[in-house]
T-cell receptor, first 118, second 114 residues
Framework: GAVVSQHPSWVICKSGTSVKIECRSLDFQATTMFWYRQFPKQSLMLMATSNEGSKATYEQGVEKDKFLINHASLTLSTLTVTSAHPEDSSFYIC??????????????FGPGTRLTVT | KQEVTQIPAALSVPEGENLVLNCSFTDSAIYNLQWFRQDPGKGLTSLLLIQSSQREQTSGRLNASLDKSSGRSTLYIAASQPGDSATYLCAVLDWWGGSYIPTFGRGTSLIVHP
């Protein structure tokens, strides 16, 4: 149980275009979903916290107009990288925490999406 | 703001050794601490979750301990195997600004050679 999927697993796009990444909890409802970015050989950088039905909370330094997050349901959150630039190339990972809270807010991670902007 | 430090940054050991990976955090008022494994180019796999009220968790050859008062956790890997080679990350979960916020360490890169 507690499987999180991401789609696509990798994507190549041209500079200036927008890319949408989906994060789904397949067999549970998620109270919260987190979006991370990871540069090569670096740790995860939390970008934003997403609660179903409310606006995402962005970490300092993350442009909310560039990285649009929509948490439309308890099983789906999307991250849209708008007007992508080569510096946006990175590995994007989502995680979800489970309902009910008895699970202690354990994070379940998706497999990640590798974005390359040319 | 919470800071998480992992020591060592890298470790290379022969197969069969028992290992200790360290994780320290600056604010002890955490909700929980979680250890993950990440293989190159892959997502994260959860290894162990320790609630703030717990002192340790065990799964197979892995044992994680938590000392909240000193802001430390250790991940103990018994009888290491080449398949254990990966990056190990620890993360703490805090209540901050009305929601739970995770903070990750930079990880320990482990190589176990035959």
């Amino acid at each position: 149980g507690a499987v999180v999927s991401q789609h696509p697993s990798w994507v190549i796009c041209k500079s200036g275009t927008s890319v949408k990444i989906e994060c789904r909890s397949l067999d549970f409802q998620a109270t919260t979903m987190f979006w991370y970015r990871q540069f090569p050989k670096q740790s995860l950088m939390l970008m934003a916290t997403s609660n179903e039905g409310s606006k995402a909370t962005y970490e300092q330094g993350v442009e909310k107009d560039k990285f649009l997050i929509n948490h439309a349901s308890l099983t789906l959150s999307t991250l849209t990288v708008t007007s992508a630039h080569p510096e946006d190339s990175s590995f994007y990972i989502c995680s979800a925490t489970i309902i009910p809270k008895r699970e202690g807010y354990e994070q379940y991670f998706g497999p990640g999406t590798r974005l390359t902007v040319t | 703001k919470q800071e998480v430090t992992q020591i060592p940054a890298a470790l290379s050991v022969p197969e069969g050794e028992n290992l200790v990976l360290n994780c320290s955090f600056t604010d002890s008022a955490i909700y929980n601490l979680q250890w993950f494994r990440q293989d190159p180019g892959k997502g994260l796999t959860s290894l162990l979750l320790i609630q703030s009220s717990q002192r340790e968790q065990t799964s197979g050859r892995l044992n994680a301990s938590l000392d909240k008062s000193s802001g430390r956790s250790t991940l103990y890997i018994a009888a290491s195997q080449p398949g254990d080679s990966a990056t190990y990350l620890c993360a703490v979960l805090d209540w901050w600004g009305g929601s739970y916020i995770p903070t990750f360490g930079r990880g320990t890169s482990l190589i176990v050679h035959p």
